[in-house]
């Protein structure tokens, strides 16, 4: 009990030095080191929340966001109840939102689909994720794909104005003629009605 008690001593002064690293911007050399206490800790048949909130953190930093989220969420299972860890995933959340709702973001970036993937097996993909999602099936040619994602779109969003005007842009590269101009109809009077309020 007495070495356990010391070899978990060290680990934590080890966090603490990991998570100085962090401070000093130095992610990867804190990431081998969370890396590392993630093993040991598994090897005693222990898990730590702070070390995989850790690995979460430098994971963001480095441009990874499926190991950050995957860890964060880690991390809250073992402490449900941390403020800190749970700000953490909401931040993650909102880079890969911004991610792909970056507008200079190029309609077939290959990462696309594994973010959008990210969002919505999580139910976080908000109307400019599933927009980034239908424009890369759009580029690709999949018009179909790209006119299902907008449909839902519409259906969880129908004043969404911009869904409406990629619905019928897409439906025009597919041939439908007929649904591309019930779109147009719904961009115009989506249109009046925004007209109306700021009017009001």
Same mark, same amino acid.
């Given at each position: 009990m007495r070495d356990r008690n010391a070899t978990l001593s060290k680990m934590r002064e080890r966090l603490e030095a990991a998570q100085g690293l962090v401070n000093r911007n130095e992610y990867s050399e804190a990431r081998a080191e969370f890396v590392?206490?993630?093993?040991?800790?598994q090897q005693?048949?222990?898990?730590?929340?702070?070390?995989?909130?850790g690995l979460a953190v430098v994971a963001d930093y480095l441009g990874d966001p499926?190991?950050? +989220?995957?860890r964060v969420e880690e991390a809250l299972e073992l402490d449900p109840l941390a403020v800190s860890i749970a700000n953490s995933k909401g931040i993650i959340l909102n880079? +890969?939102?911004?991610?792909l709702s970056d507008v200079t973001r190029a309609p077939d970036d290959p990462t696309t689909p594994s973010l959008y993937e990210l969002l919505l097996e999580r139910g976080e993909a908000d109307v400019d994720a599933h927009l980034a999602m239908a424009r890369f099936y759009?580029?690709?040619?999949?018009?179909?794909?790209?006119?299902?994602v907008l449909s839902a779109l519409?259906?969880?969003?129908?004043?969404?104005?911009?869904?409406?005007?990629? +619905?019928?842009?897409?439906?025009?590269?597919?041939?439908?003629?007929?649904?591309?101009?019930?779109?147009? +109809?719904q961009v115009k009077l989506l249109g009046a009605s925004l007209g109306k309020g700021a009017q009001a």
């Open positions: 590392k206490l993630a093993t040991e800790l005693l048949g222990l898990r730590s929340a702070n070390v995989l909130w499926r190991e950050a +989220i995957t880079r +890969i939102r911004s991610m759009k580029h690709a040619g999949h018009h179909a794909d790209a006119l299902r519409t259906t969880l969003y129908p004043r969404a104005v911009e869904a409406w005007v990629a +619905i019928e842009e897409a439906a025009r590269a597919a041939g439908n003629s007929h649904l591309a101009e019930e779109a147009a +109809i």
